[in-house]
T-cell receptor, first 116, second 111 residues
């Protein structure tokens, strides 16, 4: 079974630009979560999508948004980039059990975003 | 939201020595997960603990969930260079369907 894939793997942008990152979950996984990882703040939850709907959102500004398609693939968008947005953006997919606890997350390799 | 404190932040050990990392919460947890991230890699799920006082073993790794479900530990016996990486605990609670990660413990194993 193929793992979680993320594209692109590396990205360099300048302040004020916007960026779109893509994530393809493991086949059969309908839940996709996004995380930001930085040396200073660690791993922080951005949002979770399930059945094309955002189910949970972390404490990030509205510049961070996402969406999920009918095939469970997900994209996240960051508008008006700031220097502090430089980070590794990780996508994770999981089997979501209705009413159940959080299942194990299968992480992709991440997209390394550098904002200059 | 919920927070979890993880200690130590860094640990250097000689190969063959033991290693332990701890996670503590001020509130009762419904479950706790552990992940390992190798340098330059992404987090990989190790285990999930659910029951009070639960102890699970994976070869040289022993995971424990406290009786009060407020703390957890990961213990590695006789470390090897392949154990190098950052170990994270992650919590979710109640209906909150999001994982909150600890700050991680970066393990260095000296040959």
């Amino acid at each position: 079974k193929a793992g979680v894939t993320q594209t692109p793997r590396y990205l360099i942008k300048t302040r004020g630009q916007q960026v779109t990152l893509s994530c393809s979950p493991i086949s059969g996984h309908r839940s996709v979560s996004w995380y930001q990882q930085t040396p200073g703040q660690g791993l922080q939850f951005l949002f979770e999508y399930f059945s094309e709907t955002q189910r949970n959102k972390g404490n990030f500004p509205g510049r961070f948004s996402g969406r999920q398609f009918s095939n469970s693939r997900s994209e996240m968008n960051v508008s008006t980039l700031e220097l502090g947005d430089s980070a590794l953006y990780l996508c994770a997919s999981s089997l979501r059990v209705a009413g159940g606890m959080y299942n194990e997350q299968f992480f992709g390799p991440g997209t390394r975003l550098t904002v200059l | 939201g919920q927070q979890v404190m993880q200690i130590p932040q860094y640990q250097h050990v000689q190969e063959g020595e033991d290693f332990t990392t701890y996670c503590n919460s001020s509130t009762t947890l419904s479950n706790i997960q552990w992940y390992k991230q190798r340098p330059g890699g992404h987090p990989v799920f190790l285990i999930q603990l659910v029951k009070s006082g639960e102890v699970k073993k994976q070869k040289r790794l022993t995971f424990q969930f406290g009786e009060a479900k407020k703390n957890s530990s990961l213990h590695i016996t006789a470390t090897q260079t392949t154990d190098v990486g950052t170990y994270f605990c992650a919590i979710s609670s109640g209906s909150a369907r999001q994982l909150t990660f600890g700050s991680g413990t970066q393990l260095t194993v000296l040959p």
